[in-house]
């Protein structure tokens, strides 16, 4: 099983303050999702990174692709507590095969 | 409005009392899933299914039964549920694995 694994599992700060998350594998993913789920939902796509190298912006969040096509990241600029959730990365383990979701990085941004 | 739908979305049953949790997804997907979540084990995958008539085993499909006989509905069976079956239930739908999952309100089952 291709596993992913995303750090911190926990992390909380405050307004304001930038942040950096991380979903890595040993493995070449063909391509990855990210997705936010806040309490009592269920998760909602942020954004699929498919290229090598690639960057991707969401307002003040920035996704990146490692060159290699094995890790991500999602930074995020001046945190609001809107930002808090579940942030979770999947990819697919083949054409329409299951899918591969990391734990999580849980966020609480404070005011 | 383009959604996916549980139902129900609370229960509370006994251990052995079989039960069927319901998914229906009105954007002609190809592709739908269903997951468990539980604390510090994320989501997991159940079943998914490809298209009609074709179901394959997730990570953790001990427990569960699935059917796919028409391109919407995506129903859950636990012929004999029991404690460690208690979780947050996911159904989720998209056009391919590749592509945004879209997640229905989820199904939060206790088995007492």
């Known amino acids: 099983t291709q596993l992913l694994e995303q750090s911190p599992q926990f992390l909380s700060i405050q307004e304001g303050e930038n942040l950096t998350v991380y979903c890595n594998s040993s493995s070449v993913f063909s391509s990855l999702q990210w997705y936010r789920q806040e309490p009592g939902e269920g998760p909602v796509l942020l954004v699929t990174?498919?290229?090598g190298g690639e960057v991707k912006k969401l307002k003040r969040l920035t996704f990146q692709f490692g060159d290699a096509r094995k890790d991500s990241s999602l930074h995020i600029t001046a945190a609001q507590p809107g930002d808090t959730g579940l942030y979770l990365c999947n990819h697919n383990a083949g054409n329409n095969r299951k899918l591969i979701w990391g734990l999580g990085t849980s966020l609480a941004v404070n005011p | 409005e383009a959604q996916v739908t549980q139902n129900p979305r609370y229960l509370i049953t006994v251990t052995g009392k079989k039960l069927t949790v319901t998914c229906s997804q009105n954007?002609?997907?190809?592709?739908m899933s269903w997951y468990r979540q539980d604390p510090g084990l994320g989501l997991r995958q159940i079943y998914y299914s490809m298209n009609v008539e074709v179901t394959d085993k997730g990570d953790v499909p001990e427990g569960y039964k699935v059917s796919r006989k028409e391109k919407r509905n995506f129903p859950l069976i636990l012929e004999s549920p029991s404690p460690n079956q208690t979780s947050l239930y996911f159904c989720?739908?998209?056009?391919?694995?590749?592509?945004?999952?879209?997640f229905g309100p989820g199904t939060r089952l206790t088995v007492l």
């Open positions: 989720a739908s998209s056009f391919s694995s590749n592509n945004e999952q879209f």
């Open positions: 990174v498919v290229t």
């Open positions: 954007m002609n997907h190809e592709y």
